[in-house]
C-alpha cells in the first residue's frame, strides 16, 4: 500500500530497544528511562511501523510470544506473520482478517480478543488494544499495541460455566425428585385438584430458575420473569388485550428473582380460578415503576390490578398465596405488600427494595480491594 507520509524505519538498529544515534544527551537519558519503564511494565507492549512490521517489543511481550526482539527484526515480516498466523483449528489466518492490525490502514482504536500461536507452537487468548500512531502533522506513521494474556481468565470462566451447568443440573433434579416424592405422599391421601395446584406450584418455581439459568444465575430481567409467569395464560387466551404489562425493565437479584416469580404465580392462579380471569370479560394489569432509595439502591413499586370479574368478597381464612404475599416478601426483603379484595376486584401492591447485584459479601471485598 503506498503512503505519502514518512514511515517509522525498521532496521538493524532496531535490535537495540529504541536505540538512538544521539548517546550521552538529554534524548538518550529519556529513552533509556522509557526502556526501563517499558521492560519493566507487566503489559506486553509492541511498536509496529505503516509495514505493520514490529520495530519494538518490550520484555514483557518477549515472554508472552516466546520470541526475542532480535529474532522478530530478523525475520523482517509482519509481526502477524510471527505469532498470529493461523487459526486455532489449524486454517490461516489472512493478515487481511486480523482486527489488530487494522488499526493502521483504518485510523481506527481496535480492541477485543484473540488467539495467538507461541514460538513453541501452542495456542493462547490474548486481549489486545491497538492504536495509531501520529507525527507531529497527524499522519499515521505506525501502530502501538498492548497485549496481555486471558488463559486464566478463560480458564475461570469455563470453570464457572462448568459450576453453573451443575448447579442447573442439580436444581432440576432437586425439583423432579420433590415431585417424585409428592406423587407418592399423595397417592390415595387427596384429590386431584390438590395434586395440580401442587405441581403447578413445582413448574412456576422451575419457570424461575429458567430465567435465572439463562443469566448464568447473575440476574434476572423483571420483565422476563413477568413475561415467563403469565406465558401459559398469555398462549391460552383468545384476545391478548386481557392481559396489560408496564413499567422500566430492572435487574433482579436471583432471590427477588424467585420470590416475585411465585407471588404472581400465586395472583395469576387465584385470578384464573375465582377474579377477573374466570370470565370472558375480565382482565389483569400488571404495572411497576422504580423509586430511588437513600442508600442508593432502587424500590420496586408494583401493582396487579383486576376488573370486570366477579364481584370480589374477603376470603375466610388465608391460603399459601396469600401467606406467601403478605409474610414472605416484607420478611425477606423488608418492604411491603397488601392485598386489597375490592368488590371490583382484587388489587396486589408490593414495595420491594431491590437487592444489589452480585453475591453476599461482593461490597466489602470490592471496597477492600480500592483502598
Known amino acids: 500500500m503506498p503512503h505519502s507520509r514518512q514511515p517509522l524505519r525498521s532496521s538493524a538498529e532496531a535490535a537495540a530497544s529504541l536505540a538512538t544515534l544521539r548517546r550521552g544527551n538529554q534524548l538518550f537519558e529519556t529513552e533509556r528511562r522509557l526502556n ?28 508472552l510470544t516466546g520470541f526475542t526482539l532480535t529474532e522478530v527484526l530478523e525475520r523482517d515480516c509482519p509481526l502477524h506473520d510471527i505469532v498470529h498466523h493461523t487459526y486455532p483449528d489449524g486454517r490461516p ?33 490474548v486481549g489486545f488494544t491497538a492504536s495509531p500512531i501520529r507525527d507531529d502533522e497527524a499522519n499515521i506513521i505506525g501502530t502501538i ?6 488463559s486464566e481468565e478463560k480458564a475461570a470462566a469455563e470453570r464457572q460455566r462448568l459450576l453453573l451447568n451443575e448447579l442447573n443440573h442439580r436444581v432440576k433434579n432437586t425439583l423432579a425428585t420433590v415431585q417424585s416424592i409428592a406423587a407418592q405422599t399423595f397417592r390415595g391421601q387427596t384429590d386431584a385438584a390438590a395434586r395440580s395446584v401442587f405441581d403447578a406450584r413445582m413448574v412456576a418455581l422451575s419457570t424461575a430458575h429458567n430465567v435465572l439459568v439463562a443469566d ?7 420483565r422476563s420473569v ?31 428473582a424467585v420470590t416475585l416469580s411465585m407471588a404472581l ?57 396469600s401467606r ?27 414495595e420491594i427494595p431491590l437487592i444489589a447485584l452480585g453475591w453476599m459479601g461482593q461490597e466489602l471485598i470490592a471496597g477492600q480491594a480500592s483502598l
Open 145 to 150: 499495541i498492548e497485549v496481555r494474556d486471558i
Open 265 to 321: 404465580h400465586e395472583l395469576m392462579t387465584n385470578a384464573a380460578k375465582y377474579g377477573a380471569l374466570s370470565v370472558p370479560e375480565g382482565h389483569v394489569s400488571i404495572t411497576w415503576t422504580l423509586a430511588p432509595l437513600d442508600d442508593g439502591r432502587q424500590r420496586l413499586d408494583l401493582t396487579w390490578e383486576e376488573n370486570g370479574g366477579p364481584e370480589v368478597t374477603p376470603p375466610s381464612r388465608k391460603g399459601f398465596g
Open 93 to 125: 489466518f489472512p493478515l487481511s482478517e486480523c482486527a489488530i492490525d487494522r488499526a493502521f490502514p483504518q485510523n481506527n482504536h481496535e480492541r477485543g480478543e484473540e488467539v495467538f500461536v507461541h514460538a513453541d507452537g501452542h495456542f493462547y487468548p
Open 226 to 256: 413477568t413475561e415467563r409467569v403469565l406465558a401459559p395464560h398469555l398462549l391460552a387466551e383468545i384476545d391478548p388485550h386481557r392481559f396489560r404489562i408496564a413499567g422500566p425493565d430492572a435487574r433482579l437479584h436471583p432471590k427477588v
Open 36 to 63: 526501563a519503564v517499558l521492560n519493566n511494565a507487566s503489559v506486553s507492549i509492541f511498536l509496529m511501523d505503516d509495514r505493520q512490521h514490529c520495530i519494538y517489543m518490550n520484555r514483557a511481550a518477549e515472554q
Open 216 to 222: 448464568n444465575w447473575e440476574s434476572a430481567s423483571l
Open 324 to 350: 406467601l404475599i403478605e409474610r414472605q416478601l416484607p420478611m425477606e426483603f423488608d418492604g411491603t405488600a397488601e392485598i386489597d379484595y375490592r368488590r371490583a376486584g382484587l388489587v396486589c401492591r408490593l
